[in-house]
């Protein structure tokens, strides 16, 4: 498998972009970012290469269950404790983190998600649990405004 983006023949991977000097260039032809053509052995926490449909794919079988039997999945979305005390994410005391997942209630019911991203990318799975919403959010460039643009998308949904 070639884990290097500069040898990899696939006219469809959107490279990563990044705002730079006003303009978007690609990241990983920056100086600063020249680990960026390395995208890892695809093995998770970094690096992993999707698309929309596959992550939508992933998406329905959480729903389902096949990865794995509702009541061990449904752990990954239970707020964890630690000696009776619970643990939040980053200290933030509005988010849990499950197993993989950041984990918060909200107005609209459960809300659980996890972001990632990479020089030029930025990405985030929202899932309502409550109601049956995902919302997939992958950006190959990285800009200032992502955040707020991710926020009214939620809000429209939520």
């Known amino acids: ?14 490279y990563g972009h990044s705002f730079e000097n006003g303009t978007f260039t690609h990241a990983h032809l920056q100086p600063k970012y020249n680990f960026v ?3 890892g052995d695809f093995y998770g926490d970094g690096s992993v290469v999707s698309t929309a449909r596959d992550l939508a794919i992933w998406d329905e079988a959480l729903k389902k269950c096949n990865l794995l ?3 061990i999945q449904n752990e990954a979305f239970e707020v964890p404790t630690y000696n009776g005390e ?3 994410a980053r200290k933030n005391p509005n988010i849990a983190y499950g197993f993989g997942w950041f984990l918060k209630n909200t107005p609209s019911g459960k809300l659980v998600y996890h972001s ?5 990318n930025s990405h985030v799975m929202y ?6 919403i995902t ?11 992502l955040k707020g643009l991710r926020n009214s998308i939620l809000q429209m949904l939520f």
């Open 1 to 14: 498998m070639v884990t290097d983006i500069r040898r990899i023949q696939n006219n469809q991977l959107a």
């Open 116 to 120: 990632g991203g990479h020089p030029g």
């Open 69 to 71: 039997p509702c009541e």
């Open 37 to 39: 053509s390395y995208l």
């Open 86 to 88: 619970i643990i939040y």
């Open 135 to 145: 919302f997939i959010f992958l950006s190959n460039a990285e800009t200032s405004n």
């Open 127 to 132: 899932r309502l649990l409550d109601k049956d």
